[in-house]
């Protein structure tokens, strides 16, 4: 068995190889770069800005830092018209993503590109005692049936698995029985995954660690799933278009990682900047995202820079309880993660707002105590945390079919008005 992980493990590095994929260089030059003092990083910036000059929104060329900051933000809309208007490339690899919107974004990386992001990625991972190309269970959307994504995935080593369907269990235990080095996935599938390994008493095997990705994750549910999988569970923050952006440390912070980034996140919306990318031009990206970052004494991993608190998607952040009184919805994690911890719970949860000051909460499975205990917790601890004397839950509604579809979110705005007019 050894020896075949091994083999495995071999043919995945050999396939970026193969691929001419220079990852063990740009690893020691983001390893080097963060080394580097902020004057030496901003320096080697600013000569890779001089360098490939990328256009801002306005079209113009931005050869230095000082330069990027003045440009204006630039939306999806606006990129992915510049996109589809580029002339087709003849080589190179793509990545696309419907994002919250729906609206398709296509993604181009030339070889080394792509090989800068597979070297954040391998960084972050050789961090935490794994290596690229180790055995990895994916739990992801079903797994593309065609020949070619089943050779891509023998090639890389991994195997997708979707533990939410009606063979759940049985796909779960196929899981652990092929002793994943690491597990990667979005957050609400794992948690899927998880609580199938407590009930059935399944006993995973040879686990460094499990990777969450895409969607939140509280507390209560990160130790959960690191009971389950008998390993250390560790958040990954990023996207389509950067691919890893942050990282978690094993002092629990989430670091920006990839020092080819410049990243801004005293707006509204976090703002982030490719130096390095050659292909399209990503100035002063919106991402769509909301955090803050703060500076940390922490050099475990990446720069010292950590997000403090990831918000969410911006078209998701605040819950009103008139139109002149709203508070972040962040404020519903805390009241639910609260519950799960105080009576030993873990379950998938949404809040829908539809009218003022009033919500709806949505709750994967029924909670031991029933829904009407929760509900009343719930409104208790939001009572203390908002200062209010209302109820805002309105109703619990329990079960896997009352849950949305698609990527899993906290918290939906569904108001019908226009709360930002």
């Not at 919107?101 to 794994?130: K, N, Q």
Request: hydrophobic share 35%; charged share 25%.
């Amino acid at each position: 068995m050894r020896l075949w992980c091994f083999l495995r493990y071999l043919i995945a590095r050999l396939t970026f190889f193969a691929l001419r994929l220079p990852i063990s260089r740009f690893e020691r030059e983001i390893s080097e770069l963060w080394r580097s003092t902020p004057e030496e990083r901003k320096k080697r910036l600013d000569e890779t800005l001089k360098s490939n000059s990328p256009r801002g929104e306005n079209g113009e060329r931005v050869s230095s830092v000082a330069q990027l900051v003045e440009q204006r933000p630039l939306t999806k809309s606006v990129f992915r018209e510049s996109a589809s208007n580029a002339p087709k490339r003849a080589s190179g690899y793509s990545r696309h993503t419907a994002g919250t919107t729906g609206d398709p974004t296509h993604i181009f990386l030339s070889r080394e590109e792509l090989a800068r992001m597979l070297a954040v990625r391998s960084y972050c991972y050789r961090y935490h005692g794994i290596r690229l190309g180790q055995r990895e269970a994916r739990i992801w959307g079903r797994a593309a049936n065609t020949f070619a994504s089943k050779i891509r995935d023998f090639l890389l080593n991994r195997k997708v698995f979707y533990p939410a369907e009606s063979n759940a269990k049985d796909m779960v235990s196929d899981l652990v029985s092929w002793k994943p080095q690491y597990v990667y996935g979005y957050t609400s599938l794992i948690l899927e995954a998880a609580q199938i390994i407590e009930k059935n008493g399944f006993q995973p095997e040879g686990v460094k660690a499990v990777i969450c990705t895409a969607e939140s994750i509280l507390p209560a549910q990160k130790r959960f799933i690191s009971s389950a999988f008998g390993a250390p569970v560790l958040e990954e923050y990023g996207s389509t278009e950067f691919d890893i952006i942050a990282f978690e440390c094993k002092k629990g912070h989430l670091h920006l990682v990839n020092p080819w980034l410049w990243v801004e996140s005293e707006y509204d919306s976090a703002l982030i900047t490719d130096i390095s990318r050659n292909s399209q031009s990503l100035v002063r990206y919106n991402l769509g995202d909301a955090f803050k970052t703060v500076e940390s004494n922490c050099e475990l991993l990446g720069g010292t820079r950590v997000i403090e608190e990831l918000q969410g998607r911006t078209a998701q952040q605040f819950a009103y309880l008139t139109p002149e009184h709203k508070f972040h919805a962040v404020v519903f994690g805390r009241a639910l993660d609260a519950y799960m911890n105080e009576f030993h719970e873990c379950f998938k949860f949404t809040v829908s707002q539809t009218e003022m000051g009033e919500f709806q909460l949505y709750v994967s499975s029924s909670p031991s105590h029933g829904t009407d205990h929760l509900k009343n917790w719930v409104n208790l601890e939001l009572r203390a945390q908002l200062n209010e004397q209302l109820d805002l839950i309105r109703t619990v509604n329990a079960g896997e079919d009352v849950m949305r579809n698609g990527k899993h979110t906290y918290f939906f705005q569904d108001l019908d008005i226009d709360v930002n007019g």
